[in-house]
């Protein structure tokens, strides 16, 4: 492929060296104690100990990432965060394998371990999104039926769903996303889309100086007391923008995430559910429109490896 003509795509050594400099730069930092240039290359290729007095431990440019204890050769690792970072949707583990030549199982852990690099983290608190002026856009979709021990053929009170019993979004997980406005998204899979949940994630994630945007949905009644302003949008009755009041943001990402999941990844199960939220969230975060190429995503995904683990029990 024409994109993999770069020569950290081409051999283990090309591709160690750009790690080392994309992680490190011209400081070489001990992954265990954080001591800055101070450890020295052992006779193993890539592999560097620390000289710390408290430390002295080896590491190399992989250590305490999700790259760690991997077999996979260093140049396969940068085609799959280049392939999963500049494709729109998406790429199936199918796909990796063909493209990679690897074997599938392969495959599925390597995009599993790429996608963890691609989260947050688990930021805590996060910024908010928005402030003064700015608009966040709210709404929560349904994906992909729940797990069988979940479902729910009636209500709370006894009765089925609907006439003809089919529960519409009720036995499908449930996902609340916020987008700012010509800026990022933050998607949330939670086990009910309620006013509480819905609530608690809008108030922890948006700065009250914003200007909340959702559609009539009763799940974010009494928003206008807690931000700049409440405005909606009345789906029901055709009505899809109102001056700037629109939540057409937060659809199109929807639309993208569905495409993405209905047409390349064809099934996922619940448990897996978030890590490819964070995958969507990323590539939205960091597409075209905001300034990023394919190869800066790629190499913003690489460094987001740092610090993570995600062993093959935990992605099963």
Known sequence: MSQF?????QTPE????????????GERVCPHCGSVNLSFATKKAGVYRCS???CRKDFSVTTKSVMESSHIKLHIWLQAFYLMASSKKGVSSHQLHRALG????????????????????????PTPMGGEGAIVEADETYFGPVAKDKVRKVTTSGRPFTKSGRPGPSNKRAIVSLVERGGSVRSFHVAVADGASVRKIVM??????TRLHTDESRLYHGAELHFASHETINHSRKEYARGDVT????????????RGMKGVYQHCAEKHLHRYLSEYDFRYNHRVKLGYSDGERADLAV???AGKRLTYRQAN
Do not use: C, Q
């Not at 003509?5 to 795509?9: D, I, L, M, V």
């Not at 591709?15 to 730069?25: D, I, P, T, V």
């Open 204 to 209: 922890d994630n948006v700065a009250r100086e």
């Open 303 to 305: 460094k987001g490896a």
């Open 247 to 258: 939540t057409n943001s937060v659809e199109g990402y929807f639309s993208i995430f569905k």
């Open 102 to 125: 690897v074997t599938y199982k392969t495959a599925w852990f390597l995009s599993h371990r790429i996608r963890e690099a691609m989260s947050n983290g688990g930021l805590l608190p």
């Open 5 to 9: 003509n770069a020569p950290h795509f």
């Open 14 to 25: 090309a591709a160690r060296a750009y790690l080392e400099k994309l992680r490190w730069g």
């Open 52 to 54: 710390a007095k408290e």
